[in-house]
């Protein structure tokens, strides 16, 4: 299971949704919000079961609104973090029957974190962190 | 002598290798004992019964043709090939094998994990401990 490769399915998951959500490379030097980046697991679990049968990781999704003092990117959190929803984040990454990935085998936004101010340069963008957990194939 | 890790282990049930969803298996070796004190004696003696075995094995419960249920649940009650490799694949290394009685499947569904499943495994008969060709 290759990190990059999940990120880039789930990446084009959240693009297909058509929740107005842009995908950001993670050295981007600007942002464009309402935008996601993914940062890097902070740890890569292998060998869950037997023979390299299972590997798991957390990746944290980064969800970048509009500047912390404008009212509508306070709106337009509440949308985002909504458990349903045509812009809730986690209905459109949660792996389902209806939406499957090759990448790996179950995706799944377990918690919602961090939720505040995000620097981006000098600007300072409302944001939170999706942690979510990533199972998949250890061969 | 070495630590030997758990995750090379293999086991296989029915002839199928269920070793990639599996994450635990625990096999249970015990020997009867009749007691054959006589009076006079002054502590206990016993006779040798016979052996019994059993193992318990679980891991993730896994979806499709190969799946957990397919390969594992659907056995249930039913007498199939068994082979534990407590030291993975490899000549020389370890093996036991014989048939056991799939005697019961648990799976268990909790709300911020995904689903797991474990059985028990009874031995008809002996375990065979052999090394691998």
Known sequence: MNINNVQEEIGATIVAADAGIRVTPWDADSVNPPAVLFELPEEYDFDLTYGRGSDEFTLPIVLLLGKTDARSARKALGAYLDGSGPKSLKAIVDSSNTNTYVTCDTVKVRKASDIGPYRVGSILYLGATFETRITGPGS | ?133
């Open chain 2, 1 to 133: 002598m070495a630590e030997v890790h758990g995750s090379l282990t293999y086991v296989s049930l029915a002839t199928f290798d269920i070793s990639t969803f599996t994450d635990s298996c625990t096999g249970k070796y015990e020997g009867d004992q009749h007691e054959s004190t006589a009076y006079g004696a002054l502590g206990h003696e016993y006779a040798v019964g016979l052996k019994a075995t059993s193992y318990t094995i679980g891991g993730k419960y896994t979806n499709g043709a190969t799946a957990t249920r397919v390969k594992v649940q659907q056995l249930v009650g039913t007498k199939v090939a068994f082979e534990y490799r407590p030291e993975g694949t490899g000549t020389g290394l370890p093996t036991e094998t014989g048939t056991v009685l799939v005697k019961t499947f648990n799976k268990s569904s909790p709300v911020a994990d995904i689903v797991r499943w474990t059985a028990e495994l009874t031995v008809s008969g002996v375990m065979t401990f052999g090394t691998q060709p």
